[in-house]
């Protein structure tokens, strides 16, 4: 079973991304942040565009998406994710 968990750095935490990090998403990251995801991308970057893109990101499965906060803000400032999860062979793609 795949699990989410938070990871934490001195000046960055990845936590798996949730509906209320698309305030932060639409303000901090542009689309061209989204450029080289390949499963899917927001419409624009408008908050709603963005929570729906999480949400989106959240149901495929063999995937954990996390969001970027900065540790001393708190602040959302992109993504991240596990991609093709494949627990049979200990298999990951970043």
Known sequence: MIAPVV????????????????????RNAT??????????????????????????SRQIPNMLPFAVVLQETGEAVGMTSYLDIRLEHKGVEV
């Not at 209320?20 to 639409?26: E, P, S």
């Not at 450029?35 to 963005?50: C, H, I, K, N, S």
């Open 7 to 26: 990871l934490q750095g001195k000046t960055l935490r990845l936590e798996p991304v949730e509906s209320l990090h698309a305030g932060d998403l639409a």
């Open 31 to 56: 689309l061209e942040t989204f450029r080289y995801f390949v499963t899917l991308q927001p419409r624009d970057g408008t908050v709603e565009a963005m929570r729906e893109f999480i949400d989106a």
